[in-house]
Protein backbone atom coordinates (compact mmCIF):
# COMPACT_ATOMS: atom_id res chain seq x y z
CA UNK A 1 0.00 0.00 0.00
CA UNK A 2 1.48 3.61 -1.09
CA UNK A 3 0.95 6.73 1.07
CA UNK A 4 -0.39 9.59 -0.39
CA UNK A 5 2.95 11.61 -0.68
CA UNK A 6 4.82 8.24 -3.06
CA UNK A 7 1.47 9.03 -5.17
CA UNK A 8 2.12 12.69 -5.60
CA UNK A 9 5.56 12.59 -5.69
CA UNK A 10 5.72 10.08 -8.52
CA UNK A 11 2.34 11.01 -10.58
CA UNK A 12 3.64 11.77 -13.69
CA UNK A 13 5.91 8.62 -13.66
CA UNK A 14 3.10 6.34 -13.50
CA UNK A 15 0.89 5.34 -16.84
CA UNK A 16 -2.44 4.81 -15.63
CA UNK A 17 -3.99 6.43 -12.82
CA UNK A 18 -6.21 3.77 -11.24
CA UNK A 19 -6.48 4.22 -7.39
CA UNK A 20 -8.27 2.11 -4.81
CA UNK A 21 -7.94 3.51 -0.77
CA UNK A 22 -7.86 2.13 1.57
CA UNK A 23 -8.89 3.54 4.99
CA UNK A 24 -11.57 5.50 6.49
CA UNK A 25 -10.26 8.83 7.24
CA UNK A 26 -12.49 11.80 4.91
CA UNK A 27 -10.07 13.97 5.43
CA UNK A 28 -7.27 12.25 3.67
CA UNK A 29 -9.86 11.05 1.42
CA UNK A 30 -10.71 14.61 0.12
CA UNK A 31 -7.31 15.46 0.42
CA UNK A 32 -6.18 13.08 -2.04
CA UNK A 33 -8.63 13.39 -4.91
CA UNK A 34 -8.21 17.26 -4.71
CA UNK A 35 -4.54 16.40 -5.31
CA UNK A 36 -4.88 14.08 -8.07
CA UNK A 37 -7.65 16.62 -9.60
CA UNK A 38 -4.82 19.16 -9.56
CA UNK A 39 -2.70 16.72 -11.24
CA UNK A 40 -4.60 15.40 -13.72
CA UNK A 41 -7.28 17.68 -14.96
CA UNK A 42 -7.12 21.05 -15.96
CA UNK A 43 -10.18 23.62 -15.63
CA UNK A 44 -12.23 23.14 -18.18
CA UNK A 45 -11.73 18.51 -18.06
CA UNK A 46 -14.96 16.70 -16.00
CA UNK A 47 -14.42 14.99 -12.53
CA UNK A 48 -17.33 12.74 -11.71
CA UNK A 49 -18.74 11.04 -9.18
CA UNK A 50 -20.75 8.42 -8.41
CA UNK A 51 -22.76 6.86 -5.23
CA UNK A 52 -23.45 3.73 -6.81
CA UNK A 53 -25.70 2.57 -4.15
CA UNK A 54 -27.96 5.14 -5.45
CA UNK A 55 -26.73 6.40 -9.28
CA UNK A 56 -27.38 4.29 -12.09
CA UNK A 57 -24.49 1.58 -12.64
CA UNK A 58 -25.11 1.48 -16.43
CA UNK A 59 -24.72 5.02 -16.82
CA UNK A 60 -21.65 4.56 -14.68
CA UNK A 61 -20.19 2.22 -16.75
CA UNK A 62 -20.77 3.79 -20.45
CA UNK A 63 -19.23 7.00 -18.58
CA UNK A 64 -16.44 4.80 -18.54
CA UNK A 65 -16.09 3.50 -22.09
CA UNK A 66 -17.18 6.86 -23.92
CA UNK A 67 -14.17 8.42 -25.01
CA UNK A 68 -13.75 11.86 -25.97
CA UNK A 69 -13.58 13.56 -29.24
CA UNK A 70 -11.27 16.31 -27.80
CA UNK A 71 -9.04 14.09 -26.08
CA UNK A 72 -10.34 15.57 -22.49
CA UNK A 73 -9.68 13.69 -19.69
CA UNK A 74 -11.53 13.03 -16.86
CA UNK A 75 -11.45 11.95 -13.33
CA UNK A 76 -14.18 9.11 -12.09
CA UNK A 77 -14.76 8.95 -8.67
CA UNK A 78 -16.41 5.99 -6.83
CA UNK A 79 -17.98 5.33 -3.64
CA UNK A 80 -19.80 2.12 -2.76
CA UNK A 81 -18.46 -0.36 -5.58
CA UNK A 82 -19.78 -3.48 -3.97
CA UNK A 83 -23.18 -2.17 -4.86
CA UNK A 84 -22.51 -3.14 -8.09
CA UNK A 85 -24.44 -5.60 -9.91
CA UNK A 86 -22.60 -8.70 -10.70
CA UNK A 87 -23.02 -8.30 -14.45
CA UNK A 88 -21.65 -4.75 -13.75
CA UNK A 89 -18.50 -5.95 -11.81
CA UNK A 90 -17.55 -8.17 -13.86
CA UNK A 91 -17.35 -5.18 -16.85
CA UNK A 92 -15.93 -3.05 -15.23
CA UNK A 93 -12.99 -5.92 -13.85
CA UNK A 94 -12.68 -5.78 -17.79
CA UNK A 95 -12.71 -2.88 -18.85
CA UNK A 96 -9.56 -2.43 -16.05
CA UNK A 97 -8.06 -5.54 -17.30
CA UNK A 98 -8.31 -5.40 -21.43
CA UNK A 99 -8.94 -1.72 -21.62
CA UNK A 100 -6.96 0.61 -19.86
CA UNK A 101 -6.90 4.27 -20.67
CA UNK A 102 -3.87 7.49 -19.94
CA UNK A 103 -6.99 9.74 -20.29
CA UNK A 104 -9.06 8.28 -17.60
CA UNK A 105 -8.33 8.69 -13.82
CA UNK A 106 -10.63 6.49 -11.51
CA UNK A 107 -10.24 6.62 -7.38
CA UNK A 108 -12.37 4.05 -5.74
CA UNK A 109 -12.92 4.71 -2.00
CA UNK A 110 -12.88 1.52 -0.14
CA UNK A 111 -16.16 0.43 1.38
CA UNK A 112 -16.84 -0.55 4.66
CA UNK A 113 -13.03 -2.54 5.97
CA UNK A 114 -15.48 -5.23 7.15
CA UNK A 115 -16.85 -5.83 3.23
CA UNK A 116 -14.43 -8.48 1.73
CA UNK A 117 -15.23 -10.87 -1.27
CA UNK A 118 -14.25 -11.96 -4.12
CA UNK A 119 -15.03 -9.08 -6.08
CA UNK A 120 -13.42 -6.27 -3.68
CA UNK A 121 -10.12 -8.44 -3.54
CA UNK A 122 -9.92 -8.90 -7.34
CA UNK A 123 -10.76 -5.06 -7.91
CA UNK A 124 -8.36 -4.04 -5.04
CA UNK A 125 -5.57 -6.02 -6.57
CA UNK A 126 -5.60 -4.74 -10.37
CA UNK A 127 -5.39 -0.92 -8.22
CA UNK A 128 -2.72 1.04 -6.90
CA UNK A 129 -3.70 0.71 -3.28
CA UNK A 130 -3.57 3.93 -1.49
CA UNK A 131 -3.64 4.23 2.16
CA UNK A 132 -5.81 6.67 3.77
CA UNK A 133 -6.05 5.33 7.20
CA UNK A 134 -6.14 7.49 9.97
CA UNK A 135 -2.03 8.65 10.97
CA UNK A 136 -0.58 7.61 14.28
CA UNK A 137 -0.61 10.64 16.50
CA UNK A 138 2.63 11.75 15.43
CA UNK A 139 2.07 11.73 11.80
CA UNK A 140 -0.99 13.74 12.50
CA UNK A 141 0.75 15.80 13.72
CA UNK A 142 2.52 16.84 10.71
CA UNK A 143 -0.63 17.06 8.95
CA UNK A 144 -2.48 19.29 11.55
CA UNK A 145 0.67 21.28 10.82
CA UNK A 146 0.63 21.23 6.99
CA UNK A 147 -3.24 22.20 7.19
CA UNK A 148 -2.55 24.90 8.86
CA UNK A 149 0.12 26.21 7.23
CA UNK A 150 -1.83 25.65 4.03
CA UNK A 151 -4.91 28.02 5.70
CA UNK A 152 -3.20 30.56 7.03
CA UNK A 153 -2.49 30.16 10.73
CA UNK A 154 -0.46 28.31 13.51
CA UNK A 155 -1.30 26.33 16.12
CA UNK A 156 0.39 25.51 19.56
CA UNK A 157 1.94 22.58 20.25
CA UNK A 158 0.05 22.50 23.94
CA UNK A 159 -3.40 23.16 22.04
CA UNK A 160 -2.32 20.67 19.30
CA UNK A 161 -1.99 17.68 21.80
CA UNK A 162 -5.10 18.32 23.26
CA UNK A 163 -7.10 18.16 20.48
CA UNK A 164 -5.39 14.77 19.39
CA UNK A 165 -5.80 13.60 22.52
CA UNK A 166 -9.30 14.40 22.58
CA UNK A 167 -10.76 14.20 19.28
CA UNK A 168 -7.89 11.84 17.55
CA UNK A 169 -9.68 9.36 16.69
CA UNK A 170 -9.21 10.73 12.96
CA UNK A 171 -7.91 13.20 11.38
CA UNK A 172 -11.57 14.80 10.59
CA UNK A 173 -12.52 15.08 14.08
CA UNK A 174 -9.05 17.08 15.14
CA UNK A 175 -9.37 19.38 12.11
CA UNK A 176 -13.02 20.02 12.69
CA UNK A 177 -12.41 20.82 16.02
CA UNK A 178 -9.51 23.26 14.86
CA UNK A 179 -12.15 24.93 12.43
CA UNK A 180 -14.61 25.38 14.60
CA UNK A 181 -11.69 26.91 17.78
CA UNK A 182 -10.86 29.33 14.81
CA UNK A 183 -14.46 30.68 14.07
CA UNK A 184 -14.13 31.90 17.97
CA UNK A 185 -10.79 33.15 17.19
CA UNK A 186 -9.79 36.49 15.38
CA UNK A 187 -5.40 35.54 16.48
CA UNK A 188 -3.37 33.62 13.62
CA UNK A 189 -2.10 31.76 16.48
CA UNK A 190 -4.54 29.72 18.21
CA UNK A 191 -3.41 29.11 21.74
CA UNK A 192 -4.88 26.79 24.64
CA UNK A 193 -5.30 29.95 26.34
CA UNK A 194 -7.92 31.15 23.77
CA UNK A 195 -11.38 32.20 25.34
CA UNK A 196 -12.94 29.50 23.01
CA UNK A 197 -14.21 26.64 25.50
CA UNK A 198 -12.12 23.34 25.48
CA UNK A 199 -14.11 20.48 26.34
CA UNK A 200 -13.28 16.80 26.14
CA UNK A 201 -14.65 14.29 23.77
CA UNK A 202 -16.04 11.49 25.97
CA UNK A 203 -17.51 9.82 22.96
CA UNK A 204 -13.87 9.60 21.43
CA UNK A 205 -12.67 5.99 20.07
CA UNK A 206 -9.35 4.65 20.57
CA UNK A 207 -7.43 1.74 18.84
CA UNK A 208 -7.04 -0.59 21.08
CA UNK A 209 -3.11 -0.69 21.00
CA UNK A 210 -3.11 2.72 22.36
CA UNK A 211 -4.76 0.90 26.12
CA UNK A 212 -2.21 -1.68 26.12
CA UNK A 213 0.48 1.03 25.14
CA UNK A 214 -0.05 3.34 27.95
CA UNK A 215 -0.33 0.44 30.30
CA UNK A 216 2.63 -0.87 29.45
CA UNK A 217 4.17 2.74 29.73
CA UNK A 218 2.30 3.06 33.24
CA UNK A 219 -0.15 6.10 32.15
CA UNK A 220 -2.55 5.42 34.88
CA UNK A 221 -4.80 8.30 33.80
CA UNK A 222 -4.75 7.48 30.03
CA UNK A 223 -5.53 3.81 30.50
CA UNK A 224 -8.88 4.51 32.55
CA UNK A 225 -10.00 6.98 29.99
CA UNK A 226 -9.14 4.39 27.29
CA UNK A 227 -10.25 1.67 29.04
CA UNK A 228 -13.69 3.70 29.49
CA UNK A 229 -14.09 4.44 26.36
CA UNK A 230 -13.57 0.88 25.16
CA UNK A 231 -16.46 0.02 27.04
CA UNK A 232 -18.54 2.63 25.87
CA UNK A 233 -17.88 1.75 22.19
CA UNK A 234 -19.28 -1.96 23.09
CA UNK A 235 -15.53 -3.47 22.74
CA UNK A 236 -16.19 -6.89 24.89
CA UNK A 237 -14.03 -7.98 28.34
CA UNK A 238 -13.09 -11.05 26.62
CA UNK A 239 -11.01 -8.79 23.96
CA UNK A 240 -9.79 -6.56 26.53
CA UNK A 241 -8.56 -9.77 28.66
CA UNK A 242 -6.81 -11.53 25.96
CA UNK A 243 -5.05 -8.74 24.48
CA UNK A 244 -3.70 -7.70 28.26
CA UNK A 245 -2.48 -11.75 28.83
CA UNK A 246 -0.98 -11.13 25.00
CA UNK A 247 0.92 -7.74 26.47
CA UNK A 248 2.36 -8.92 29.37
CA UNK A 249 3.04 -12.79 28.79
CA UNK A 250 5.04 -11.11 25.74
CA UNK A 251 6.57 -8.33 28.36
CA UNK A 252 7.21 -11.73 30.64
CA UNK A 253 9.12 -14.07 27.37
CA UNK A 254 11.11 -10.90 26.55
CA UNK A 255 12.11 -9.81 30.03
CA UNK A 256 13.07 -13.38 31.43
CA UNK A 257 14.69 -14.84 27.80
CA UNK A 258 15.68 -11.75 25.66
CA UNK A 259 13.18 -12.45 23.29
CA UNK A 260 9.17 -12.20 22.85
CA UNK A 261 8.78 -15.97 22.18
CA UNK A 262 6.35 -15.97 18.96
CA UNK A 263 3.06 -17.95 20.58
CA UNK A 264 3.39 -14.13 22.79
CA UNK A 265 3.95 -12.37 19.79
CA UNK A 266 2.19 -8.65 19.19
CA UNK A 267 0.63 -7.73 15.72
CA UNK A 268 0.99 -4.22 16.13
CA UNK A 269 4.38 -2.75 15.57
CA UNK A 270 4.49 0.34 17.67
CA UNK A 271 4.03 -2.31 21.39
CA UNK A 272 7.15 -4.47 19.54
CA UNK A 273 9.09 -1.71 19.40
CA UNK A 274 8.54 -0.43 23.11
CA UNK A 275 8.65 -3.88 24.36
CA UNK A 276 11.99 -3.01 25.85
CA UNK A 277 10.80 -0.20 27.38
CA UNK A 278 8.04 -2.27 29.35
CA UNK A 279 10.49 -4.77 30.56
CA UNK A 280 12.09 -1.70 32.41
CA UNK A 281 8.80 -0.82 33.78
CA UNK A 282 8.20 -4.70 36.15
CA UNK A 283 9.68 -6.85 37.93
CA UNK A 284 9.59 -10.24 37.20
CA UNK A 285 7.37 -10.54 40.51
CA UNK A 286 4.78 -8.12 39.34
CA UNK A 287 3.99 -9.67 35.93
CA UNK A 288 3.78 -12.87 37.92
CA UNK A 289 1.32 -11.45 39.31
CA UNK A 290 -0.38 -9.63 36.67
CA UNK A 291 -0.68 -12.69 35.08
CA UNK A 292 -2.00 -14.62 37.51
CA UNK A 293 -4.79 -11.97 38.08
CA UNK A 294 -5.28 -11.89 33.93
CA UNK A 295 -6.17 -15.81 34.65
CA UNK A 296 -8.47 -15.73 37.41
CA UNK A 297 -10.08 -12.65 35.44
CA UNK A 298 -10.83 -14.76 32.15
CA UNK A 299 -12.12 -17.26 34.02
CA UNK A 300 -14.91 -14.83 35.58
CA UNK A 301 -15.21 -13.73 31.67
CA UNK A 302 -15.80 -17.12 30.19
CA UNK A 303 -18.33 -17.85 33.53
CA UNK A 304 -20.13 -15.05 32.75
CA UNK A 305 -19.61 -13.97 36.47
CA UNK A 306 -19.97 -10.58 37.89
CA UNK A 307 -17.55 -8.08 38.99
CA UNK A 308 -15.16 -8.14 35.83
CA UNK A 309 -15.02 -4.61 34.94
CA UNK A 310 -14.10 -3.82 38.41
CA UNK A 311 -11.55 -6.53 38.56
CA UNK A 312 -9.97 -4.63 35.33
CA UNK A 313 -10.05 -1.55 36.49
CA UNK A 314 -8.42 -2.63 40.00
CA UNK A 315 -5.54 -4.65 37.85
CA UNK A 316 -4.74 -1.49 35.83
CA UNK A 317 -4.39 0.28 39.58
CA UNK A 318 -1.72 -2.57 40.81
CA UNK A 319 -0.18 -2.36 37.22
CA UNK A 320 0.06 1.34 36.98
CA UNK A 321 1.12 1.92 40.40
CA UNK A 322 3.73 0.72 42.84
CA UNK A 323 7.10 -0.85 42.44
CA UNK A 324 8.23 -2.41 39.53
Same mark, same amino acid.
Given at each position: MKSIADIIKNFNKQKFHYYYLNGDDIFLEKFFINQIQKKFLNQSELKL??????? $?? $??FLRELQTNSLFDDKKLIVCW???KLSKKAQNELLSFIEMNPSRDICLVFVAPDFRIKNKFITSLSSKLTNVDIRTPF???????????ANSNGFKISNELLNFYIDSYGDSLSSVINEIDKHRTYSSSKILDIDDKYSLTLNVDRKYNYWQFLDNIGSKNTYKCFQIYRSLINNNISQNYIVSGLSSLFLSIYSKKTSGVAKKNFYLSN??????? $?RYCSN??? !??????? !???YKIDKMVKTFQFGVEQKIELLILKACYGRR
Open positions: MYHLSVD $DE $DLEINPNKMKNWIIFYKILNRNL $DFSE !QKLKNII !QEL
